[in-house]
C-alpha cells in the first residue's frame, strides 16, 4: 500500500496547487466581475463545450483508456500502446472537433432552450462566448488523452501542470483583457486550453511515445476502448445533464443565482479534487493492475484503504465548510465587484453543496472499481438514478424558500444516492465492503468530527464579536483558528480512538510511488517530478 499513498501524495500535491490557484483565479474573476449576469453569461456559454468534452473525452477516456493501455504495458507491448494512444487521438481530434462544429452553428438554438429565463438579447450574447469557447472542445480531448497515457505510466507531473496553465490563462484574462467585456474571458479560456494542451507534449517525448497518424480500427485495443467508452459516455452524459439542468432551472431565479452556484461548487472542488479525486486517480491504475493480473485480494485491499482514507478526509472537510461557509465565501471572494450580497447567497449555496462532499468523493473510488474491472455500465445505470432524483428534487426544492439553495441540495441528496446504491452493488457483487470492518471506523470518524466541530463552534462564538467582519483580516483569523483548533481536535480525537487512517494520512512517502512499467527507452533517463 505505500505505493498508493506515496502516489497519492504526488498526485494530490497536483490537485492542491490547481485547485489552490483555481481559488485564486475565482478570487480574481469574482474582484472583476463579482455575481454580475455578465459572468453568468460566461458560465452559462461555456457550459456547452465543457459538456461535449466531459461526455466524449474527459472521465470518459481515463477510465476506458487506461485499464486497457496499462494491460498492454504490463505485458511488454509497447507498439501496440502507443498505437492505441495514436489512434484515440486522431479519432477525437476528427470527430469531437467536427461535433464542437455543428453545435456552434446551432449555438442560438441551443441558448435559447439551455438559459430560456434570460431575455433574447442574453441568449445571442451567450450563444456568441460559446462558439468563441467550442474549440476549447476538441483541444482539451486530446490533453485528457495525453494526460492519461501519462498516468497510465505512472508519470503524474505534467499532468498536473496542465490545469495550472489553464487557471493562469483565465486570470489573465480577467484582468488584462478585462476591457473587453467577458469576450475576453472567453478568449482567454481557448488559450488555455491550447496551454493545457502544449505542457504535456515534453512528457510523451519523455516516455518515448511514437505517435502516428492513423484511426487504428483494426487495433483489438481500439474496440475494446470503444466498448468501454460506450456505457460511460452515458454515464457522464446523465452527469453533465444534471449541471445543464442546474443551469437551466437556475436561469428562472432571482439574478446572479447561476453566478452563485458556480462559486459555491468551485470551492467545493477543493477539497473534493484534492480528498476524492486526487486519492482515487492515484489509485486507479494500481486497481486496474491489480485487477488484470487476478491480483484480487491486493485490490481489495487498496481499495478499502483507499475508501476509508476519502472518508476520513472529506467528513471533517464537510462539516468544516458548512461551519465557516460565510467567513470562507467573504475571505476568499468578498472584493472589488463582489459584495456582501453575494458573498451570502454563496455561502448559503456552500453549505448545502458540502453535504453531499463524502458522497462525491467517495463515488470517484467505488466508480473506478467498476472500471478497472472493465465494467463501465452498473455506474452509468447507477448515475441515471442519482441524476433522476437531483433534478426531480431540484424542481421541487427551487419552489421553497431554499430557491438556488434547493438546487445545490438536491445535487448532494442525489450524490448521497449514487454512492448508497454503488457500494451496496459492489458489497453485493465481491463482498468487499463489510459492515463489520466499516462500522466501528464510521463511528470514530463521526465521534471525532463532532469534536470538531463542537470546538469549531465554540471558538467562532468567542471570536467572531471580536474581529472586524467588514476588512479581510477578521474573516481571515476566524478561518484559520478555526482550522488549527478543528483539525488538532479532529486528529486528538481520532487517535484517542484508535483511527488508524490518522497515521496513514501522515505516513505518506514520495519514495518511488509507484512500480514502473516499461514505457520506452527514455523512461529510464527521466524520472517522474513530484506533482
Known amino acids: 500500500m505505500s ?10 500535491g497536483g490537485f492542491i496547487a490547481s485547485k489552490l490557484l483555481g481559488l485564486v483565479r475565482n478570487i480574481v474573476i469574482g474582484y472583476q466581475y ?32 487506461i485499464p486497457v493501455f496499462t494491460a498492454y504495458l504490463a505485458r511488454g507491448d509497447e507498439d501496440k500502446a502507443w498505437r492505441l494512444a495514436s489512434s484515440l487521438i486522431t479519432l477525437a481530434t476528427l470527430l469531437i472537433g467536427a461535433m464542437a462544429l455543428a453545435l456552434a452553428l446551432v449555438a442560438p438554438a441551443l441558448m435559447g432552450v439551455l438559459v430560456a429565463g434570460w431575455t433574447p438579447a442574453e441568449q445571442q450574447q451567450t450563444a456568441g462566448l460559446a462558439r468563441i469557447m467550442m474549440a476549447c472542445a476538441a483541444v482539451f480531448a486530446v ?10 505510466a505512472r508519470r503524474f507531473a505534467l499532468s498536473a501542470a496542465a490545469p495550472l496553465m489553464y487557471n493562469l490563462s483565465l486570470m489573465g484574462g480577467a484582468v488584462l483583457l478585462r476591457p473587453w467585456g467577458v469576450e475576453g474571458l472567453a478568449l482567454s479560456a481557448v488559450v488555455g486550453a491550447l496551454l493545457h494542451l502544449a505542457v504535456q507534449v515534453p512528457g510523451l517525448v519523455a516516455i518515448g511515445m511514437r505517435y502516428a497518424p492513423t484511426l487504428g480500427l483494426a487495433l483489438e485495443g481500439t474496440r475494446e476502448v470503444a466498448r468501454l467508452m460506450g456505457p460511460r459516455v452515458l454515464t457522464l452524459a446523465v452527469s453533465q445533464l444534471t449541471v445543464l439542468v442546474s443551469v437551466a432551472l437556475a436561469s428562472f431565479l432571482v439574478e446572479g443565482s447561476v453566478a452563485y452556484l458556480s462559486y459555491a461548487w468551485l470551492i467545493i472542488m477543493v477539497p473534493l479534487g484534492v480528498f476524492g479525486m486526487g486519492i482515487a486517480t ?10 488484470a493480473q487476478a491480483r484480487i485480494g491486493e485490490q481489495r485491499q487498496t481499495f478499502l484503504v483507499t475508501l476509508r482514507l476519502i472518508l476520513y478526509l472529506t467528513i471533517p472537510a464537510a462539516l468544516g465548510l458548512i461551519v465557516l461557509a460565510h467567513p470562507i465565501v467573504a475571505l476568499l471572494l468578498e472584493r472589488g465587484a463582489f459584495g456582501p450580497v453575494a458573498t451570502s447567497a454563496t455561502a448559503f449555496a456552500l453549505t448545502w453543496y458540502a453535504l453531499g462532499l463524502p458522497a462525491h468523493a467517495s463515488i470517484e473510488i467505488i466508480n473506478r472499481v467498476f472500471y478497472a474491472e472493465r465494467d463501465t455500465a452498473t455506474p452509468f445505470l447507477v448515475a441515471m438514478v442519482g441524476a433522476a432524483c437531483s433534478i426531480t428534487l431540484g424542481i421541487l426544492l427551487m419552489r421553497t424558500d431554499l430557491s438556488f439553495g434547493g438546487l445545490a441540495l438536491a445535487n448532494s441528496i442525489g ?6 446504491i454503488l457500494g451496496a452493488i459492489l458489497h453485493r457483487r465481491l463482498r468487499w465492503i463489510e459492515r463489520g470492518q466499516l462500522a466501528p471506523f464510521v463511528w470514530r470518524v463521526a465521534l471525532a468530527a463532532a469534536a470538531m466541530v463542537a470546538a469549531t ?19 481571515l483569523v476566524l478561518v484559520v483558528a478555526a482550522i488549527v483548533v478543528g483539525a488538532m481536535s479532529y486528529v486528538g480525537t481520532s487517535l484517542a480512538l484508535g483511527v488508524e487512517d490518522v497515521r496513514r494520512a501522515a505516513q505518506l512517502s514520495i519514495r518511488r510511488p509507484w512500480p514502473h512499467a516499461r514505457v520506452g527507452r527514455r523512461a529510464a533517463v527521466r524520472d517522474n517530478a513530484a506533482r
Open 3 to 12: 505505493a498508493v499513498f506515496g502516489a497519492a501524495l504526488i498526485v494530490m
Open 34 to 65: 463579482g455575481a454580475s449576469r455578465e459572468y453568468e453569461l460566461f458560465l452559462a456559454a461555456i457550459a456547452v463545450p465543457d459538456t461535449l468534452f466531459q461526455v466524449l473525452a474527459g472521465g470518459t477516456v481515463s477510465a476506458a483508456f
Open 143 to 152: 490533453s485528457a488523452l495525453i494526460t492519461s497515457a501519462l498516468n497510465g
Open 282 to 291: 492515484a489509485a486507479f491504475p494500481t486497481l486496474a493492475e491489480q485487477g
Open 415 to 420: 450524490a448521497i444516492f449514487e454512492a448508497s
Open 457 to 475: 463552534v465554540v471558538l467562532v462564538g468567542a471570536l467572531e464579536p471580536r474581529v472586524d467582519s467588514t476588512h479581510w483580516t477578521g474573516p
